[in-house]
């Protein structure tokens, strides 16, 4: 039985008409507004990721990365240097340092359409939120490079 070309392969290594939802990581840490930064330290240590995302009542709020958290903490954080107010900003809150107003994306959109959205936005990752904002994944530069890598 032969297959028929009818195009469908150049539209999926060049992303095309595959959707997000295709690739997207379900897998997402979230906190609360009020989550301290201690906490959300803690939460960057013990696992891969490079953002958090902050939701209110399940909607997305607000998204810190690895490097929204490092830029408030003192190199002296965890050592006997560490002064009274280096230590106090470890109890400031998630919405002191939030991104607010992230770019989402519909897990509907094709891999092309967030490819283009990472790069007009100069983002590294993109929320997928459902009709009514909730958060639904994750969708970052590393996983639309890693499908086309092994599309080919």
Do not use: Y
Not at 77 to 83: E, G, H, L, P, S
Request: proline fraction near 2%; charged fraction near 25%.
């Amino acid at each position: 039985m032969a297959e028929l070309d009818n195009g469908d392969s150049a539209c999926q290594e060049a992303g095309e008409c595959m959707t997000v939802k295709s690739i997207m990581s379900t897998r997402v840490i979230t906190v609360s507004m009020d989550e301290t930064l201690d906490t959300i330290r803690i939460i960057f240590a013990r696992h891969r990721f490079h953002h958090i995302f902050v939701t209110n009542e399940k909607r997305l709020v607000g998204v810190i990365s690895d490097r929204d958290l490092l830029k408030q903490l003192s190199p002296n954080i965890d050592t006997d240097r560490a002064t009274d107010r280096e230590m106090a900003v470890l109890r400031k809150r998630a919405h002191h340092i939030m991104s607010r107003k992230p770019v989402s994306v519909s897990k509907n959109i094709t891999l092309k359409e967030a490819a283009v959205t990472l790069l007009s936005n100069n983002i590294s990752c993109l929320p997928v939120v459902d009709e009514n904002g909730c958060l639904d994944g994750v969708v970052s530069w590393k996983d639309i490079l890693r499908h086309l890598v092994n599309l080919k």
